[in-house]
């Protein structure tokens, strides 16, 4: 296997089934706070451990896996003498800063059990929108995994923002499915599927999920439990951003995993459809905060569509909004449909004086610095 990072497919998954996952070349494995802690809120010998025995299992039947594990917050709550998750910002980066160490520490010994050495990648957003870290940290995931280490990954809770986080390990984990091109994304938590109602008042599991249509109508709840940040709402937007991007994905509790990674029919499966695109090209097109609008005329529609222009200021008629250079923004025709995300080259304030004009206008009229596309092909993800 090459050392270097690999151009991402743009083939479907080959695991079509869940049924597949037992040759499955590589997984990437998320795991919720609530599997890995205790009532009080501290971390889980027993279950931690009941977690990384499966997964050793698995790795040694030959798949590589990647985990991106909650609980550094809830790690830190014990030792901080915090009686649940804090709700402001510096106090879960404290809390993230002591728990982190503690949870590594912990996966490091049981996995050493095994034979096994891991690491830890702590991300934020951010790295994952600029092409330079962007490609850094695939490059780093996959040497590892070339190692035969098994990354541990984790968002970057002691440093991140509101603005820059991910804000949930569900999404994370989806974009680390496609950052590494792996066969399948599982999202392990204390519920063992996704039913059709709640499973108190009568709802029925829903073994598969072939369109998000399919389940559009159905009321997931968004409580999450009183360490972690997510509920059943972002495991299936996870998932379903996972599938159609081309990469399928299975919900189901951390108590299933072993059956779940021997193919067993457990919890809920979500068929990949269309082809794959980039982590990068996920987060621009679903989950960058956008922060204003570009209203484009029919020419230029057609232009970006092909997936291989840049989108030039000729093709411009307005835009709204506060944004800097750099900034995601909304690409949209002139009906006010959104056909695209990016990231864009100039400020809201630069941008009404470069409408309409050619590439080579803008060097005569704004001078040196403006022939520069207003959002390159690079930064730029089709809807």
Not at 148 to 176: C, K, M, Q, W, Y
Request: charged content about 20%.
């Amino acid at each position: 296997m090459s050392n270097t990072a690999a151009t991402p497919s743009k083939t479907l998954s080959e695991v079509t089934s869940r049924s597949e996952l037992p040759r499955a070349k590589r997984l990437v494995i998320k795991v919720g706070s609530s599997s890995l802690t205790t009532v009080e809120g501290g971390i889980s010998h027993e279950r931690l451990k009941f977690l990384v025995d499966t997964l050793a299992r698995t790795v040694a039947a030959g798949t590589e896996v990647v985990l991106v594990s909650s609980g550094a917050i809830a790690a830190g709550l014990a030792p901080l003498a915090l009686a649940k998750r804090p709700k402001d910002l510096a106090t879960q980066q404290a809390a993230a800063s002591v728990g982190q160490g503690l949870l590594l520490a912990q996966y490091t010994q049981e996995f050493a059990a095994h034979g096994l050495t891991v690491a830890q990648v702590l991300l934020t957003a951010d790295d994952l929108m600029r092409r330079t870290t962007y490609t850094n940290a695939l490059r780093a995931l996959v040497r590892l995994l070339n190692l035969g280490v098994l990354p541990i990954v984790n968002e970057n809770d002691t440093v991140a923002t509101h603005e820059i986080r991910f804000g949930d390990n569900d999404r994370l984990a989806s974009l680390v499915a496609h950052l590494v091109k792996a066969d399948a994304l599982l999202l392990f938590s204390d519920v063992d599927s996704v039913y059709d109602a709640h499973p108190a008042k009568g709802g029925s599991r829903i073994a598969q999920v072939g369109h998000p249509d399919e389940i559009e109508a159905i009321d997931l709840g968004s409580a999450g439990s009183n360490v972690g940040t997510g509920g059943m709402i972002t495991k299936v937007q996870a998932a379903t951003l996972s599938a159609s991007a081309g990469i399928p994905a299975l919900v189901t509790s951390t108590a299933n995993a072993a059956k779940a990674l021997a193919g067993e029919d457990v919890g809920t499966w979500f068929a990949a459809r269309n082809a794959r695109r980039s982590a990068r090209d996920v987060w621009l097109a679903h989950l960058a905060v956008a922060h204003g609008r570009l209203m484009l005329d029919a020419g230029a529609v057609r232009a970006i569509s092909s997936g291989e222009k840049s989108l030039l200021a000729a093709g411009i008629t307005g835009a709204t909004g506060d944004f800097e250079a750099g900034d995601a923004v909304e690409i949209c025709d002139a009906q006010g449909t959104v056909v695209a995300r990016g990231l864009v080259n100039y400020s809201a304030l630069e941008l009404p004086s470069m409408f309409g004009r050619s590439t080579a206008a803008l060097h005569e009229y704004l001078g040196e610095g403006y022939e520069k596309p207003v959002v390159h092909v690079d930064d730029l993800a089709l809807i």
